[in-house]
Nanobody, 126 residues
Framework: QLQASGGGLVQAGGSLRLSCAASGSIFSIHAMGWFRQAPGKEREFVSAIRWSGGSGGTPYYADSVKGRFTISRDNAKNTVYLQMNSLKPEDTAVYYC??????????????????WGQGTLVTVSS
C-alpha cells in the first residue's frame, strides 16, 4: 500500500515536497515512481528511483522536470520524496506515486509498476 501526501496550492516559482510512504508487502518493490495527470491529459512519468538494496538508488527524471525536481528515499521509513522547486503552472496536476519492479526499459512506463497510491493534487498559480 502506498500513501501519497504533500500536495497543495503554490505560486509559480515556489516549492513543494511530496511524500509517498509504503507499507505492507514492500518486498516486491524495488523502484518507486511519480506520475502526474493534468485535466484532459494522459498520466505521464515524472520521476522514479530504483534500487537494489540498502539506501540510495538511481534517479530518473522526465525532461520537463530535470533540474527542478529531486527524488530521494528514506529506506528506514520506506518513504520516497519528490522535492519540487521552481514550480510552473504547467506542473499543475494530480500526482500519483507507484511502486514495483520495473526493468530499465519500463522505468518510465505505467506498466512497470504494480502498486499505486491515491493521488495528491498540486496546483501552481501564475
Amino acid at each position: 500500500q502506498l500513501q501519497a501526501s504533500g500536495g497543495g496550492l503554490v505560486q509559480a516559482g515556489g516549492s513543494l515536497r511530496l511524500s509517498c510512504a509504503a507499507s505492507g508487502s514492500i518486498f516486491s518493490i524495488h523502484a518507486m515512481g511519480w506520475f502526474r495527470q493534468a485535466p484532459g491529459k494522459e498520466r505521464e512519468f515524472v520521476s522514479a528511483i530504483r534500487w537494489s538494496g540498502g539506501s540510495g538508488g538511481t534517479p530518473y527524471y522526465a525532461d520537463s522536470v530535470k533540474g527542478r525536481f529531486t527524488i530521494s528515499r528514506d529506506n528506514a521509513k520506506n518513504t520516497v520524496y519528490l522535492q519540487m522547486n521552481s514550480l510552473k503552472p504547467e506542473d499543475t496536476a494530480v500526482y500519483y506515486c507507484a511502486g514495483g519492479r520495473p526493468i530499465l526499459s519500463t522505468i518510465r512506463s505505467r506498466g512497470g509498476y504494480h502498486t499505486w497510491g491515491q493521488g495528491t493534487l498540486v496546483t501552481v498559480s501564475s
